[in-house]
């Protein structure tokens, strides 16, 4: 696990960095600086949105009394992609609007569901009730 850590925390941000290297010298620097500012304010802007939405929506499946798993999975994505917008690069600002954007964000919601049953049937993670 460290050894995973160790790689995320250090490969990430040296892409990034190659990245926007790559893209100052092709468009310049003020409008690459521009560029990062303006996937910001517009992931800041969608995450706000969707998030309010997935609220709603986990509200309403709780007063009708039903289990809001799906809900619960887009939130999480959403906050995901939200974080991700937070850090300046855009490599991580393309995974994070593919968390946000509702059609992208469903088929990483069918494949997050696949990965959480199969680590469910193989014992790697308990649910109880309380």
């Known amino acids: 696990m460290f050894i995973r850590l160790l790689l995320l925390f250090t490969l990430i941000p040296v892409l990034e960095i190659y990245v926007i290297l790559k893209v100052g010298g092709q468009i310049g620097a003020g409008s690459t600086v521009a560029l990062i500012i303006l996937t910001g304010i517009a992931g800041a802007y969608l995450a706000r949105t969707q998030g309010f ?6 509200q309403r499946d709780t007063a009708q009394g039903h289990l809001p798993a799906e809900s619960l999975l887009d939130g999480a994505l959403v906050l995901s992609g939200g974080l991700l917008l937070l850090t300046p690069g855009f490599c ?9 954007v509702p059609l992208t964000r469903d088929s990483l919601k069918r494949a997050l569901r696949r990965w959480l049953q199969a680590q469910i049937e193989r014992g790697n993670i308990t649910l109880g009730r309380y």
């Open 92 to 100: 991580t600002d393309l995974v994070g609007f593919a968390l946000l």
């Open 53 to 58: 939405d997935i609220v709603r929506r986990i």
